[in-house]
């Protein structure tokens, strides 16, 4: 059974970054698009940033510039740099991950985790 795990929130001042990571463990055959959502209180669920197979990246309008998402296939991980925190960033961060456990893919989620941006 696949699980995703997720490390790295917490509580920080704005201006100030983070780095959050997701592993995935269990059966794993490849992975295709890793991504990270969040979702704050109020407000619907949003992509943050997304990247390929391949390492071609793509953010959210509000954070590109600011946060950086990487991969380390060998590791079955994906990270977000996030630097430049500002309020509005405060929501609970998901990882997600299409995965293939077998010949057949899936999409996978973390617990989530809290990123709280206050001063």
């Known amino acids: 059974q696949v699980q995703l795990e997720e490390s790295g929130g917490g509580l920080v001042q704005p201006g100030g970054s983070l780095r959050l990571s997701c592993a995935a463990s269990g059966n794993i055959f490849r992975i295709n698009f890793m991504s990270w959502y969040r979702h704050a209180p109020g407000k619907q669920r949003e992509l943050v940033a997304r990247i390929s197979g391949v390492g071609v990246t793509d953010y959210s309008g509000s954070v590109e510039g600011r946060f950086t998402i990487s991969r380390d296939n060998s590791k079955y991980s994906v990270y977000l740099k996030m630097n430049d925190l500002k309020p509005e960033d405060t929501a609970v961060y998901y990882c997600?991950?299409?995965?293939?456990?077998?010949?057949?893919?899936?999409?996978?989620w973390g617990q989530g985790i809290q990123v709280t941006v206050s001063s």
């Open positions: 997600n991950m299409d995965l293939y456990p077998d010949a057949s893919a899936a999409l996978y």
